[in-house]
Every structure is written in structure tokens, then in C-alpha cells.
């Protein structure tokens, strides 16, 4: 299901909107940030209004390429939304830059949902890309990121195709990536008072599961979701469990 239709461009902004109600922002990691979300888009936007800001992850300098730039950018966002009170849902690195942000403008975040984080430790991608023009090598890569290979369609690796082999884009991801190993947020973590749900895939092996009982450990208020046969990036490959851990979650806490 396309959400082209519901994409807004404001200024150095462009984002998707629908629904209304409740504001759960979503935030997005390096690779995908619409498709990622469709079935949390189409759900959600049924009971809330379902925001998601396209991160300007590619087009900013490369020295503006960091965790706290793309969060700069996401309160930024708020600001012109003038938006309040608001969920912050994020996978992969979207999750860290939640964090950042939660930590920064605590009196506009209701609460977080955090699926496969990073922000305390990562396997990231290697560190490098050595064979990039070979479909099948990126196909074995992508395909780490999921529980079932299978999730790593033929659309999914021609995006990612796409992204590492502009060598302008490639760049940026791997000093996204960097930043993201330097921005360890371990020692924030006890200084979070909103409620943080947390969903994992028993099987991520990017963020691990004992990332997300790190962060259940030391987040005051979390609670923490374990989807079985299940890799990275859990509202991709259990769409529906993931919605309905959510619905669940966010039903509790904004009545």
C-alpha cells in the first residue's frame, strides 16, 4: 500500500501525515523510511495521527552527518509542527535519534517505543561495503538483518542497491554509522522519565537481545516485548504482532 499521496514538502521539510488524534511520530534508520513502515502507517493512522518525517540523511554536509544532527533536525520538525506531547516510535538508528531527542526536549515527549536501537551497541554493517556492485553479496548482507531471509525482496535489495552504490550516499551512511558508535548513550539512559516500550526481535543480530535488556535494565520506566523468529527490524517482518504489541501499549498509556 503506497502513502505517496499523504507526502508533504514545507520548506527543508517533507514528511507524511495521517490520521488524527494521539501524535506517534516515526522515526526511521539508515535504510528505508517509508516502506519500513507501511503496515504501521496503515494501522495506526486508523486511531492517531501517524507522522513521519523523511531524515535528511543523505543531503546534509558530511560533517553535518551525525546522531545529533538528525535530531537537531527532527526538533526542528516538532518546533514548525508545533507539536506536543507526542510517542517517538523508532527502529535502528530512528530509535537512537528518539533517544537524543527525548533526552533534550523531555517536556514534549509523552513516551518511546524503541525496536532494535542503537545507541548502546551495534554490529554495524562491517564498517564497509567491499563488494557493492554485487547484488548477491548485498543480498546476503540485507538478508542478516531479518530472521527469514526471505524478507529481503528483490525490492528491498534494489533500494539498498541504490543507496551504496551512490557514492555520495555511501559515504554519509558509513559516517552515520561511525557517529552512532561514538554517540553511546549508556549513561543517559536512568535520566529517562516517560514510559518507553520496548519491541525486540528474539533474533536481531545487529542490535542483540541483550541491547534491548540493557536498555530494560536501565530505561526507569520500560517494558519489554519479545517477538520470536524475528530479526532487525520487527515491524517489517511481524507486522502484525508488532501492531498489536503496540496498539496494546499505546491504548494503556494514552487513555
Request: charge should be negative.
Amino acid at each position: 500500500m503506497s502513502h505517496d499521496n499523504y507526502i508533504k514538502k514545507e520548506g527543508k521539510f517533507e514528511y507524511l501525515e495521517k490520521g488524527e488524534g494521539h501524535v506517534l511520530l516515526v522515526l526511521h534508520g539508515l535504510f528505508g523510511a517509508l516502506s519500513n513502515f507501511s503496515d504501521v502507517i496503515e494501522d495506526f493512522s486508523k486511531k492517531y495521527r501517524v507522522i513521519v518525517p523523511i531524515m535528511p540523511l543523505y543531503t546534509l554536509p558530511l560533517i553535518k552527518t551525525s546522531v545529533g544532527s538528525m535530531a537537531k533536525y527532527i526538533k526542528d520538525f516538532m518546533k514548525y509542527k508545533e507539536l506536543d506531547n507526542v510517542t517517538l516510535l523508532g527502529n535502528s538508528l530512528g530509535g537512537h535519534i528518539a533517544l537524543v531527542c527525548a533526552l533534550d526536549i523531555p517536556e514534549k515527549i509523552h513516551s518511546m517505543v524503541l525496536t532494535g536501537s542503537s545507541g548502546l551497541y551495534e554490529n554495524a554493517f562491517g564498517g564497509s561495503f567491499p563488494r557493492r556492485e554485487d547484488k548477491e553479496y548485498l543480498r546476503q548482507k540485507i538478508a542478516v538483518t531479518f530472521y527469514d531471509p526471505e524478507v529481503a525482496t528483490d525490492e528491498l535489495v534494489d533500494e539498498v542497491f541504490k543507496i551504496v552504490n551512490d557514492r555520495n550516499k555511501l559515504i554519509r551512511i558509513l559516517a552515520m554509522a561511525k557517529s552512532a558508535i561514538r554517540h553511546n548513550m549508556a549513561k543517559d539512559l536512568e535520566k529517562f522519565k516517560m514510559p518507553a516500550c520496548l519491541i525486540w526481535g528474539k533474533n536481531d543480530t545487529i542490535t542483540p537481545p541483550e541491547v534491548a535488556e540493557e536498555f530494560h535494565k536501565h530505561l526507569p520506566d520500560s517494558e519489554l516485548y519479545w517477538i520470536d523468529k524475528c530479526g532487525h527490524a520487527a515491524m517489517m517482518e511481524h507486522p502484525h504482532e508488532f501492531n498489536q504489541i503496540l496498539d496494546e501499549w499505546l491504548s494503556r498509556k494514552t487513555q
